[in-house]
């Protein structure tokens, strides 16, 4: 039977014992890392989960059936070679909060345009806020994302002179004017 | 070599060590030597050239340092003379060389018997000349020894001691014309007696230094007539003797065996051929403790038992190691075997590591394997080792990525490697063939 984490499918490997032991030997370690990178992703995309803390629980990386769940040093292996290849962050020097970034911050700069265009938003100003919870946003990837990963993709846009950013009326909340 | 039929043959062991018979103590050897017969002799035989000249008890044995594997036996028994070697002038320049006169019958063949009771003998003068730089003179006069020792007269005079005897086991009547016991209560008794006799020896020997000096040689014949006793007995009695009877003559089998090696290789023996000659003595000696250790066995594990085999002239820790790492050298069917880990261990070379991981293979892809992994202790009963080398090889398979490790609260086991098999484009994607979709059908059968 296909075991289930919430509604997210997992695959037959995810009770497979040594897959949570973090393995010495290289070619059998890369090929594991690469399967916990392409996972983790997965589990985030379709979760929406922007945001792994170390201390904390993370569902992915526990297995109850099979009583397995992975030790610092194997988590932090996984997501540091996530961060080595743009597909997350870290956003403290002691690796504790990791960032996941199942778009790049370019990917979400071009989602954002995408979504002016389709909404015909072009010479006009939202709030940070209405983008990551209007209802413009509604049924689209930027419903809900990470405002860091937001902050991120605009301050882009910004530097390539499609956007603006201004501090907007209430002391915690921007103002965006786009110019495509 | 058919010609060279004049002198006996001798056998070796694979190692090339010679083989020596019931109670044969090796004395000295010299390297280098070759041997030839006075021109002026009528009989000849083809001069023999650079090989070890061995001195036993009972015979002095040439052994050929080339592959050809000559190797040939001069009983002690039948020189007749050995001439003093004088020292002359030409000595100075030439070689040195000893010669000795040994029986041979008129067929150009060494006589191997009393040479007082046989007419028609004639003398052949052989000379021995050394080549290599060897103590000649001390091979000598150890050979001097052995000869007036006799040695070989010993056996030839049985000294029955009592209810020991092997060889009187088939009529009801004993040799000295008592009834013999037979039976459970027979076997018991003869335990019995041996064990007295056995203490009796014990205590005289004991007495003090000398006497277990004189009682060494009467306590080894006195071991291995005990053990060959043994021998016969457990193949021929084993249904008659109950289990607690075979258990105790399995250990007292146990003890015996390792009572010894008659002729252990010594410093004194070899010199400067030490390490080498010690390097076969080691190679024939583990081959029992190999078997029964299922292949490997570790160093340290046969330093004990060699040593202990030794019971006197043990060797260094050194000894044993460089001895070993000339096994590259030899043609033997054992190696030196270091793993990444640092633990050295003795392994035959029958026992190879593709013999072993396919043993591995089968082990770890059983259903039950394929669901709760293997441990160390599991694969040392499979395969008949120690669980410490099992463990290396177990480290071994998994660097080579046959295996995978899984560490958790139950312990450290050992799963056959799934991820190679796994396909990174489609996480979801078991194929209909493969041991990955047997390990999920195994898994998915234990619920």
Redo the contacts between chains.
């Keep these: 039977?296909m075991q289930k984490l919430g509604d997210f499918?997992l695959?037959?490997?995810f009770?497979?014992?040594?897959y949570?032991?973090l393995?010495?030997?290289r070619?059998?370690r890369e090929?594991?890392i690469?399967?916990w990178k392409?996972?983790i992703l997965?589990y985030c995309r379709t979760q929406k989960v922007f945001l792994i803390l170390l201390e904390e629980e993370f569902p992915l990386f526990s297995n109850p059936v099979i009583?397995?769940s992975l030790n610092n040093e194997a988590r932090e292996t996984f997501l540091s070679a996530l961060v080595s290849e743009g597909r997350a962050e870290w956003l403290d020097k002691g690796h504790r909060k990791c960032l996941i970034l199942w778009h790049r911050i370019q990917d979400w700069a071009d989602i954002i345009l995408g979504f002016v265009k389709d909404n015909g938003l072009e010479d006009s100003v939202m709030t940070v806020e209405e983008i990551r919870l209007g209802i413009e946003s509604r049924g689209t990837e930027l419903h809900g994302m990470d405002r860091t990963i937001l902050m991120r993709a605009l301050k882009l846009l910004e530097h390539k002179g499609k956007v603006a950013i201004f501090k907007g009326t209430s002391a915690d909340d921007e103002g965006v004017k786009f110019s495509v | 070599m058919a010609s060279n039929n004049f002198f006996l043959p001798a056998s070796v062991t694979s190692s090339g060590r010679p083989v020596l018979v019931p109670n044969e103590v090796e004395c000295n050897l010299l390297s280098n030597v070759d041997i030839e017969h006075d021109q002026d002799d009528a009989v000849s035989f083809p001069p023999l050239k650079s090989g070890h000249f061995i001195l036993t008890t009972h015979r002095l044995l040439f052994l050929s340092s080339s592959c050809s594997s000559t190797a040939v036996a001069i009983p002690l028994s039948a020189i007749t003379h050995i001439f003093s070697s004088k020292r002359s002038l030409k000595s100075v320049f030439h070689s040195p060389r000893f010669r000795f006169q040994v029986s041979a019958t008129p067929d150009n063949r060494i006589f191997d018997s009393d040479p007082g009771r046989v007419t028609g003998l004639r003398s052949v003068v052989i000379t021995v000349v050394v080549r290599g730089k060897g103590d000649w003179e001390l091979f000598l006069s150890k050979m001097w020894e052995c000869w007036r020792g006799r040695a070989w007269a010993w056996e030839t005079t049985p000294s029955e001691t009592g209810p020991a005897s092997a060889s009187a086991s088939a009529s009801l009547y004993a040799s000295d014309g008592s009834v013999r016991m037979v039976g459970v209560g027979g076997l018991l008794r003869k335990e019995q007696e041996m064990w007295e006799s056995t203490d009796r020896s014990l205590q005289e020997a004991f007495q003090d230094l000398n006497a277990l000096m004189n009682k060494a040689k009467e306590m080894v014949m006195l071991a291995e007539k005990m053990r060959q006793k043994l021998l016969a007995g457990s193949s021929s009695q084993s249904n008659s003797a109950n289990d607690e009877e075979l258990g105790s003559k399995e250990e007292m089998q146990d003890w015996l065996l390792s009572v010894g090696i008659v002729s252990p290789v010594t410093k004194e023996s070899a010199g400067a051929l030490y390490h080498q000659q010690l390097s076969r003595q080691l190679a024939d000696f583990v081959k029992i403790p190999l078997e029964r250790a299922g292949g490997m066995i570790n160093l340290i594990d046969v330093y004990c038992l060699f040593n202990r085999a030794r019971g006197t002239a043990l060797i260094s820790p050194d000894d044993l190691s460089q001895a070993c790492s000339l096994w590259e050298k030899f043609d033997v069917p054992v190696m030196l075997r270091k793993f990444d880990s640092g633990v050295m261990a003795i392994q035959s070379k029958s026992h190879s590591d593709e013999e072993v991981f396919g043993r591995l293979r089968a082990l770890v892809t059983k259903p039950e394997a394929l669901r709760h992994?293997i441990s160390a202790s599991d694969a040392a009963m499979t395969l008949g080792i120690a669980p410490a080398m099992a463990k290396e090889h177990l480290l071994t398979a998994?660097?080579k990525?046959l295996l995978?490790?899984?560490?958790?609260?139950d312990g450290f086991?050992f799963?056959i490697?799934?991820?190679?098999e796994?396909i990174?484009d489609d996480?979801?994607l078991?194929k209909d063939y493969g041991i990955?979709s047997t390990?999920?059908k195994a898994?998915?059968a234990s619920g």
């Design positions: 039977m499918k695959p037959a490997f009770n497979y014992p040594p949570f032991t393995q010495p030997v070619d059998t090929k594991q690469q399967l392409e996972l997965d009583e397995r | 992994g998994e660097g990525g995978c490790r899984d560490i958790s609260p086991r799963y490697n799934l991820f190679s796994i990174l996480l979801f078991v990955y390990w999920v898994s998915s």
